[in-house]
């Protein structure tokens, strides 16, 4: 399936500003199942110095700095992609155990099993502690497969949460969200991830977009989507495979890869330090088009 | 030399306890070789002798202002700096072991950097947990895969050393970031040369400078390729840090500018310093600022001390900073137990210098031999946050013990156990006698384009009771010269040339640090004007009272209201019902002089001076210092005899004046005439023109028989130190229009106004200006507006009284020109001080 990504994000400030500097990470990262066929990023006023590079985690980063004196500060990512659907047909019940995969994740050196087991820490905003524990035991019993358990989890997380944008920030801690069973993309994905780590397995942050389909018999609207975000779970027959609690689907051709870290801080899309500007409004606008196959 | 044997002389009762290692006596109870001069001399000098060196020690190093902060303590901001006279004396045998196991360490320890930002092939070849290192604080992905040019990625480092009961020396921790302390060790050294100079130089005592030489050579080596004199500068987080005079005595020591965050700005992929005649390119960052603070772009985006954009402008080579940002990931106890195996794999080698026993719980044998053996050891966490300090099992009760157990084994990794020993002592001057106290060793290295090199001597720091093994200068530990002794004599290292004072900072004086003495300038006028009216006062009031005379009333009514208005303590005896403010004034008289919490006090103006002046602590002389610190005594004094009440201040007041006149006149002999003392000098005139100007117009707009003007003018000319002066001139009665005369309009009255505008109208015009098509600057019409003002007056006019009963021509002359000098105070601060506006983070 081709898509056509378009991601903006608008500030209007209350006073000028005469100096930011910026990273950006909206560019879709290369990885298995996508293929980045175009892309492009408008910086509006234009920027004096530009750069881009490969973070620690292999994501596209572009760095840059404005000088011109402004009101209005326009990021728009376009990109197309190609997406290879997994063949995998999920056999739930079989594969390793989880507690195999601990075991291997803990003692294994190769060099994909070492890659892998830096997902088992702690990280800014996921500190694995006892609550998330005792909510991710009723999934992790003794012998299950892996995925099987992973699969619960997601499933038992949109049965248990509900999708509520009002009731989170960025600023929300993790204990709040599983004590209140609130929260948004971000925050399932948090919390499937420290229930992971805290059976001490690893498990990463993924951030992206997914196709919408509008009701049926409707138009979609313009600009309706949004960003997203699921976590990814290491297999060591598989390697890594996508899980969206938000949806409770295992992402097939309709997520769009950008970015992989350890939780929301390592793949900010957008982070910024300005001069000037006062109290801003931010707008941010995502619209993912279905090119077809 | 006959030797000295046993201490009974000297320290009868210096205590020797079985088990611990003491470096002046062996097990026997004989003095040591290589301590036996240092403490024949000193036995000869006597304890009364030495503790008076002591004192003139610590008055030396309390005058050059050598402090250490103390957080969350209200006396903590600038304590002064704790030495003890008896040094750590090292033979040069010891010393070749030490030296030769922390140059091996410090390899090592680069070696081991450059891998973790580069191939973590020590990761990989499980050499190193992937745990230990992912775990760490310090350990920053944004840093990975950068470097600096050249061999060394660790350009300076600090190992902390004690001896334990096996008379081994061993590595407690290693200071990888920003190791302090190498700026107090020179300090004490300089002061103990000074104040025991034969004993100094007959003990054969290696020098120092020569690391100091190394440091420059070492920095100028990380300069990115097409830097060929590069600029280097230092970079603090500022006077309230806890070693900010360290940074500043470095930073004038070596002749670099000291910058905070702010003074730096990123621009086309380069760092520029904000400074007065515009931006100037910046090479190499020394920098005393933790590395996640560094960038609050990819780094800490609260972090208000450093320079967003800093870390693309590493990446790309064109700034280096020593060390590098990311070195933060060696200073992890953790590492200690895996640098044998690491020595083996890098340098083939056996480690030369142990590490204290340690075990990371991170690995399970050691988790439980940790947890077992709990109450024994000393509990580190891995990653070391500020304000957190080793927790020692012994100490601990039961349930602490327990609690202890519980944090561990939730976050194994984070935490290891050190074993708990008792290090070796020296003898320390206690109540006029030597006692043993147990004693740590700090010592600094820094890489060359060849090598390490290591400072011969160090940082010693003994602990403030015997037997307390936590030395910190946190918690109360007493610093220490130490000595290593070389048998030859040694030669003073030729001083590195010392660019003084402001000189070496020519026109890349920081914008900033022309803002601050600006304000020392300004603050140290007010200080003086302020005194000598509030002096004047005081003695109207308490010497020849003439309560009867309405006259005397009436002028002396006036003269508190000049103290209101040059002061700017209103409302003050402004104040609406004020008669019995007027009538009983020495309260709020007090007040102006003492009270710190009041804008415009004397003691508030002072505490502003003194502020200025530390912030740009790297450009006073010792000898200004000296005299700025005297000020503050003074002051603290004058609060004192404030509780006894007003008129026991005149003296204090007296001594006042003199010291701040020794202050203008120091600056005026010994400060280069450089941009910096343009503007001290620049603040000094503005203030005076201001002062002058209020005090007149408060005094005598409205006006009052001749007979209590007269005495007004008495008071006024004895507070401008203009009486002789007046007399000498005029001979005559003291009448007001020669008065006005001489304070306004004579150009060769130090004191007069037309004087002040002068010398502002000298100064403004040798500014540095950025080109512009404009004939003359703001700040030249604004002198020229106010000169013109006063040259045009006509004394005549402005004594008239007009219909209203107020001198109306002298009421509005002096506040059109009171007004234009406060408007160039704005435009100077506009043009030359603006430091923008402050970053914020986008979310």
């Avoid at chain 1, 069973?181 to 997914?210: E, M, N, P, T």
Wanted: charged share 20%; with cysteine; glycine share 8%.
């Amino acid at each position: 399936m081709r898509y056509r990504v378009t991601h903006t994000t608008t500030y209007r400030y209350q006073q000028t500003v005469g100096l930011s500097y910026n990273e950006v990470r909206m560019q879709p990262r290369p990885c298995p199942n996508q293929q980045l066929l175009s892309s492009q990023l408008k910086i509006t006023p234009l920027p004096c110095d530009y750069r881009t590079r490969t973070d620690f985690f292999g994501n596209q980063v572009a760095w840059f700095s404005i000088r011109e004196p402004h009101r209005e500060f326009v990021v728009t990512a376009s990109s197309e992609i190609q997406i290879f659907p997994q063949p995998v047909q999920l056999d739930l019940s079989h594969g390793m155990s989880w507690e195999l995969v601990k075991e291997a994740l803990w003692n294994d050196r190769s060099e994909p099993l070492l890659e892998a087991r830096q997902f088992a820490l702690d990280s800014p905003f996921i500190a694995a502690d006892a609550a998330l524990a005792a909510y991710a035991q009723a999934s992790f019993t003794p012998g299950k497969a892996l995925i099987e358990a992973i699969h619960d989890l997601m499933q038992r997380i949109h049965r248990d949460f509900t999708f509520d944008p009002e009731f989170t920030n960025l600023a929300t801690p993790l204990t709040t969200v599983l004590q209140h069973r609130r929260g948004v993309c971000q925050d399932f994905a948090h919390l499937a991830i420290g229930c992971i780590r805290s059976q001490g397995l690893a498990a990463r942050y993924v951030s992206g977009y997914i196709e919408t389909l509008p009701p049926p018999g409707k138009k979609k609207l313009v600009g309706a989507d949004a960003s997203h975000a699921w976590f990814s779970v290491y297999l060591p027959d598989l390697g890594w495979m996508d899980f969206d609690p938000t949806n409770n689907q295992l992402p097939g051709d309709r997520h769009i890869i950008v970015a992989w870290g350890r939780d929301y801080s390592d793949v900010t899309p957008l982070k910024g330090v300005i001069f000037g500007g006062q109290n801003h409004e931010l707008k941010v606008a995502v619209e993912v088009e279905n090119l077809g196959a | 030399m006959k030797t000295l044997s046993t201490p009974e002389a000297f320290a009868p009762g210096y205590r020797l306890d079985k088990g611990i290692h003491d470096e002046m006596l062996d097990e026997t109870g004989r003095v040591r070789p290589h301590w036996s001069h240092l403490m024949r001399a000193l036995q000869q000098l006597g304890p009364r002798e030495v503790g008076e060196r002591h004192q003139e020690a610590l008055r030396l190093l309390r005058e050059n202002g050598v402090t250490y902060n103390v957080y969350g303590d209200p006396d903590g901001i600038n304590r002064p700096w704790q030495l003890d006279p008896i040094p750590l004396l090292l033979s040069g045998d010891e010393w070749f072991d030490i030296e030769a196991g922390l140059l091996q360490r410090a390899e090592l320890l680069n070696l081991i950097l450059a891998d973790l930002y580069g191939p973590r092939q020590l990761i990989k070849k499980n050499l190193l947990p992937l745990e230990l290192i992912y775990n760490h604080g310090g350990f920053l992905r944004v840093c990975d895969q950068v470097s600096l040019p050249g061999q060394h990625q660790l350009v300076l480092c600090a190992a902390d050393l004690a001896r334990g009961p096996d008379k081994k020396m061993w590595v407690l921790g290693d200071r990888t970031q920003a190791p302090s302390g190498a700026g107090y060790a020179l300090e004490n050294r300089l002061a103990m040369s000074r104040v025991l100079p034969s004993l100094f130089r007959d003990t054969h005592v290696h020098r120092l400078a020569r690391f100091f030489q190394s440091l420059r050579a070492g920095l100028n080596a990380i300069a990115p390729g097409d830097a060929d004199t590069p600029r280097v500068v230092v970079l603090t987080p500022g006077p309230l840090n806890e070693t900010f005079f360290e940074h500043a005595y470095l930073a004038s020591y070596l002749g670099y500018p000291l910058v905070q965050g702010d003074d730096l700005t990123v621009r086309d992929g380069y760092v520029w310093l904000k400074s007065l005649v515009g931006l100037q390119r910046v090479d190499v960052i020394l920098r005393r600022v933790d590395d996640n603070y560094c960038d609050p772009l990819e780094l800490r985006e609260d972090s208000r001390l450093g320079v967003p954009g800093l870390l693309e402008v590493v990446r790309r080579g064109n700034v280096a900073i020593a060390n590098p940002l990311g070195s933060g990931v060696l200073e992890n106890p953790g590492i200690m137990p895996f640098l044998p195996g690491i020595a083996k794999y890098f340098l083939g080698q056996t480690l030369k210098l142990n590490s204290i026993a340690t075990w990371w719980c991170g690995q399970t044998r050691e988790l439980n031999y940790v947890l077992t053996n709990l109450e024994r050891l000393v509990i580190k966490p891995i990653y070391r946050k500020p304000g957190e300090h080793s927790v020692f099992g012994h100490q601990l009760s039961r349930a602490q013990l327990a609690e202890w157990r519980a944090r561990i084994k939730a976050r194994p990794a984070f935490y290891v156990g050190q074993e708990y020993e008792s290090f070796s002592t020296v003898p320390a001057l206690v109540a006029g006698g030597y006692e043993p106290r147990q004693t740590v060793l700090r010592c600094f290295m820094v890489a060359r384009a060849d090598g390490y090199t290591l400072m011969p001597g160090g940082l010693s720091r003994s602990a403030p009771q015997y037997g307390n093994m936590m030395i910190t200068n946190q918690t109360g530990g007493i610093s220490k010269d130490t000595w290593v002794v070389a048998t030859e004599p040694q030669h003073p290292a030729i001083p590195a040339k010392r660019s003084s004072s402001l000189a070496g900072h020519g026109n890349a004086l920081p914008s900033r640090a022309a803002d601050n003495i600006f304000w020392v300038g300004r603050n140290a006028e007010r200080a003086e004007g302020g005194v000598r009216l509030l002096r004047a006062t005081i003695k109207k009031l308490f010497s020849n009272p003439d309560r009867d005379s309405p006259d005397y009333q009436l002028s002396l009514e006036t003269l508190l209201r000049c103290v209101t208005s040059m002061t700017g303590t209103y409302p003050g005896f402004f104040a609406e019902d004020n008669e019995s403010l007027l009538l009983t004034p020495e309260a709020e008289l007090l007040a102006v002089v003492v009270d710190e919490s009041r804008a415009g006090s004397l003691a508030n103006t002072v505490n502003r001076m003194t502020q200025s002046g530390y912030a740009v602590r790297d450009l006073w002389s010792s000898d200004t210092w000296r005299v700025i610190d005297e000020i503050e005594e003074q002051v603290s004094e004058a609060r004192r005899l404030g509780k006894i009440g007003l008129w026991s201040m005149q003296e204090q007041m007296d001594q006042l004046i003199t010291t701040l006149s020794a202050f203008s006149g120091l600056v005026m002999e010994s400060m280069t005439r450089g941009n910096g003392w343009l503007f001290l000098d620049i603040g000094r005139r503005l203030e005076r023109g201001l002062q002058l100007v209020s005090v007149l117009r408060t005094a005598f707009a409205m006006p009052q028989s001749e007979a209590a003007e007269t005495r007004l003018i008495e008071s006024l000319l004895d507070t401008s130190d203009n009486l002789i002066c007046y007399r000498q001139h005029y001979r005559s009665n003291l009448e007001l229009a020669s008065f006005l005369e001489l304070l306004l309009m004579d150009p060769n009255n130090p004191r007069s106004l037309a004087y002040q505008i002068a010398r502002l109208q000298e100064h403004v015009g040798k500014l540095p200006r950025e080109p512009s098509t404009r004939r003359i600057s703001a700040e030249e019409r604004l002198l020229l507006e106010a000169s013109y003002l006063l040259n045009i007056a006509n004394i005549d006019d402005l004594l008239s009284v007009s219909e209203s009963g107020i001198r109306e021509a002298l009421d509005q002359q002096l506040s059109k020109i009171y007004a234009l000098l406060a408007a160039l105070s704005d435009t100077l601060t506009a043009n030359y001080f603006r430091h923008g506006d402050a970053p914020q983070s986008l979310s």
